[in-house]
Each structure stands twice: as structure tokens, then as C-alpha cells.
T-cell receptor, first 114, second 112 residues
Framework: GENVEQHPSTLSVQEGDSAVIKCTYS??????FPWYKQELGKRPQLIID?????GEKKDQRIAVTLNKTAKHFSLHITETQPEDSAVYFC?????????????FGKGTHLIIQP | NAGVTQTPKFQVLKTGQSMTLQCAQD?????MSWYRQDPGMGLRLIHY???????DQGEVPNGYNVSRSTTEDFPLRLLSAAPSQTSVYFC???????????FGPGTRLTVL
């Protein structure tokens, strides 16, 4: 089955600086890669996603890049703000053919220092 | 639309007890899934359903049963609760033809 590795487990950055979180996946058939933000005690919330036919996607301060050859994808947050502090999860999906569901990384605790 | 709803929000069980975690969605989504979240482990897929009457196992299915008799409901049954099943459980759904998963608010389960 799919295996998703996520690094780092904790990331501390100064407010206003950029943050980068990296994930690798094992199954070359995976075709959908979402990123979720989870605040303490809340449900995961989708912040951005990318499909395997696209190399990069941007939404305001957030961007995701995908390298299918190397099987890795990254989340980039620019001009970080205190409200960006949370746990971020990457995931991969190989939907279709009767299968469904996401395989998640173990998460990155992002801390924004004032 | 209420989206994806889960009940109860919190539950405490004793070892060996059984219970059902409820999940419902009012968006007519074909696909529904159950995940458990443990500290430092991310979310792991327990069971999923690609439509009414069709279910299959995910990564960590042991100790759990599911059924999907209607499009709206996807209950998760713990047959004989064990302390290792202490976790936060999330239900999710998505429409056919779209990848975006919608998560419920979660159920925090403690097994003593």
C-alpha cells in the first residue's frame, strides 16, 4: 500500500518568514495530493490540493509543488502569520478501481514566533 | 446543509463493551470513510465505502465493522472495545467525480 513520509515533525519560524513542509510518497499510481490544516481539537481542513497532472498550484500565500519523478510534494507558506500556527498534514490518494481513502503523513507542528 | 455530522462527540467505554459511532452526511456523497487519529500518527484509514451496500477495509480495520445501507449513513461498530482503540475518530465523505474529502467534527473515544 501507499506510504507517506512527512518532514519536519516540528517547524518554528519567525512571523513574516516562509515555511516549507516536505512529503514523499511510495505509490507511483497516487494521483491526488491534498494538504490539511488542523487546529487543536478541530477537524482537518483542506487548505490546498494538487493532482498529478499539475506541477504547481498557488492560492494567495500558500503554494504546493509536485515532482512526480521523485515522488515528492511540498507545501510553501509565505509571509507567515500567527494564525498559521497549527498542525499540517499531507496526504496521497489512489482513488478509482473500487478503492478510496487518503494515506496521511504524520504531521508537522508549525509554530509562528512573534 | 449540515455537511458531515458525527455522534457522540465524546464517549467513555469499559474494555469489552460494544458501541456504534454514528456518521451521516446530507450532501448525497457516494464515498464515505472512517479514520482514526492518534498522537504523532496522523490519520489512518479504518474502512471506506464507495456506495450504498459496498464497503472495504482500509489500513487498520481490525476490531471494527461497518455497513452502508443508505447513501447518508455510515456507522462504525466497535465489537469489543480495547484500550488500544482509544483515539479520535473522524468520518469523511466526498462526491463521485471530485477528490475533496469533507470531514466531520470527530468523536473522542476513551476505552478504560
Amino acid at each position: 500500500g501507499e506510504n507517506v513520509e512527512q518532514h519536519p515533525s516540528t517547524l518554528s519560524v519567525q512571523e513574516g518568514d516562509s515555511a516549507v513542509i516536505k512529503c514523499t510518497y511510495s505509490d507511483s499510481a497516487s494521483n491526488y495530493f491534498p494538504w490539511y490544516k488542523q487546529e487543536l481539537g478541530k477537524r482537518p481542513q483542506l487548505i490546498i490540493d494538487i493532482r498529478s497532472n499539475v506541477g504547481e498550484k498557488k492560492d494567495q500565500r500558500i503554494a504546493v509543488t509536485l515532482n512526480k519523478t521523485a515522488k515528492h510534494f511540498s507545501l510553501h507558506i509565505t509571509e507567515t502569520q500567527p494564525e498559521d500556527s497549527a498542525v499540517y498534514f499531507c496526504a496521497a490518494s489512489t482513488s478509482g478501481g473500487g478503492a478510496d481513502g487518503l494515506t496521511f503523513g504524520k504531521g508537522t507542528h508549525l509554530i509562528i514566533q512573534p | 446543509n449540515a455537511g458531515v455530522t458525527q455522534t457522540p462527540k465524546f464517549q467513555v467505554l469499559k474494555t469489552g463493551q460494544s458501541m456504534t459511532l454514528q456518521c451521516a452526511q446530507d450532501m448525497n456523497h457516494e464515498y464515505m470513510s472512517w479514520y482514526r487519529q492518534d498522537p504523532g500518527m496522523g490519520l489512518r484509514l479504518i474502512h471506506y465505502s464507495v456506495g450504498a451496500g459496498i464497503t472495504d477495509q482500509g489500513e487498520v480495520p481490525n476490531g471494527y465493522n461497518v455497513s452502508r445501507s443508505t447513501t447518508e449513513d455510515f456507522p462504525l461498530r466497535l465489537l469489543s472495545a480495547a484500550p488500544s482503540q482509544t483515539s479520535v475518530y473522524f468520518c469523511a465523505s466526498r462526491p463521485g467525480g471530485r477528490d475533496t474529502q469533507y470531514f466531520g467534527p470527530g468523536t473522542r473515544l476513551t476505552v478504560l
